[in-house]
């Protein structure tokens, strides 16, 4: 991960966020809704308060056109995916991946195409060093 800095986003906020991630031009608010409204039950006025707090916190920013705001995402979801991947991973298991495939495994969550995917993965880190 980059040297950005770690921008928290709950697990409303990450809805919205995703949608913009997905989008390929700017949104208004109302496509937002749009977009959100197969999945979440949420009145604009939720919505507005989400993206508020993303601008707030950086993650977005608006362009005023006309009497409308455009949003876009300047936070990356893959700098975004690094920073909680990290913590999860420093929180729950020592910041070790070894402990969560172990606890997952132990849990019977990982099916055989999982394990088949993993041993891929190791077999290619091994080559590459």
């Not at 390929?24 to 749009?34: F, H, K, R, W």
């Amino acid at each position: 991960m980059q040297d950005t800095p770690r921008i928290a986003i709950s697990d409303a906020e990450s809805h919205v966020m995703d949608v913009l991630w997905q989008a390929s031009a700017p949104l208004v608010a109302e496509q937002i809704v749009d977009a959100l409204s197969e999945t979440r039950h949420w009145q604009a006025a939720t919505v507005k308060t989400l993206l508020n707090r993303l601008l707030k916190k950086g993650a977005i920013a608006a362009q005023k056109e006309g009497r409308r705001f455009l949003y876009h995402a300047v936070l990356r979801r893959e700098d975004w995916l690094a920073a909680e991947s990290d913590g999860l991973l420093d929180r729950l298991f020592g910041g070790r991946i070894a402990p969560l495939v172990a606890y997952f495994g132990s849990q019977r969550k990982l099916s055989p195409k999982d394990i088949q995917e993993l041993r891929k993965l190791i077999d290619e880190l091994d080559d590459g060093e």
